[in-house]
């Protein structure tokens, strides 16, 4: 199957180690993609500086200066048109895209998030499934919809808690796991290889 190059509008929050992952994938020829622009809902996001450092349009969107969650959007919408961006990578951003966003890049809007998913929704994966317990934890990258945590789920990687673990020593685990799984999960879609049927994705 041929293989596009993808042009990539990664959406973060904070420090964008993901980001990163990407950028060097990108760099090292593993993912055919180009990191069309990066978007920051918060001014002092480390992924910025670390967009720019890479020579990649970095652009903060201020959510205080739009009126409302729907202009709000339509701002990040318009800069994602502006750099011709075709898939959407969220990456540790941490709201919801609006309608505005999903609805112009159907099934072309990705999450990454650090708990096997539909166990540990919402902002604390890590801790929460640390401190429910659990034996094995892991990583999902799926697609994003208007509730979070719930889209079709591209890749899937378990990653064990082990006797003695901490929240420190398991985000480790969990980041490794992280930045091999989306360049990879990013470079099926590039190939043309993921099918949606309903709720299943398809890794042809
Ligand atoms: C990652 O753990 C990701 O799964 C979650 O937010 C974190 C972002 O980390 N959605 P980073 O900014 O990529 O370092």
């Not at 990539?8 to 180690?17: P, T, Y």
């Not at 890479?54 to 750099?83: F, K, S």
């Not at 401190?131 to 994003?144: L, Q």
């Not at 290889?193 to 299943?200: H, L, S």
Request: proline share 3%; with cysteine; aromatic share 4%.
């Amino acid at each position: 199957m041929g293989s596009d190059r993808l042009r990539l509008g990664v959406l973060i929050s904070g420090s964008g180690s993901n980001l990163q992952a990407l950028m060097d994938a990108s760099a090292e020829g593993r993912l055919s993609a180009e990191i069309a622009c990066v978007i920051s809902d918060k001014e002092a996001a480390y992924g910025l500086e670390r967009a720019r450092k890479a020579g990649v349009p970095a652009v903060w969107v201020d959510r205080a200066a739009c009126p409302t969650m729907r202009e709000y959007d339509l701002r990040i919408l318009e800069v994602l048109r502006r750099h011709e961006v075709d898939t959407v990578v969220m990456a540790g951003y941490m709201r919801l895209l609006g309608t505005e966003v999903l609805d112009s890049f159907p099934m072309r809007v990705l999450n990454i998030h650090p708990a096997l998913l539909p166990s540990f929704a919402g902002a604390n994966g890590i801790r929460d499934a640390l401190e429910h317990g659990v034996k094995v934890t892991g990583v999902t990258v799926h697609f994003a919809n208007e509730v979070f945590d719930e889209g079709p789920i591209i890749a899937q990687e378990a990653v064990r808690v082990d006797e003695g673990e901490t929240l420190a020593s398991l985000e480790a685990k969990m980041h490794e796991v992280e930045h091999r799984l989306y360049p990879q999960a990013l470079q099926w879609l590039a190939e043309g290889r993921v099918r949606v049927e309903g709720r299943t994705v398809h890794i042809d």
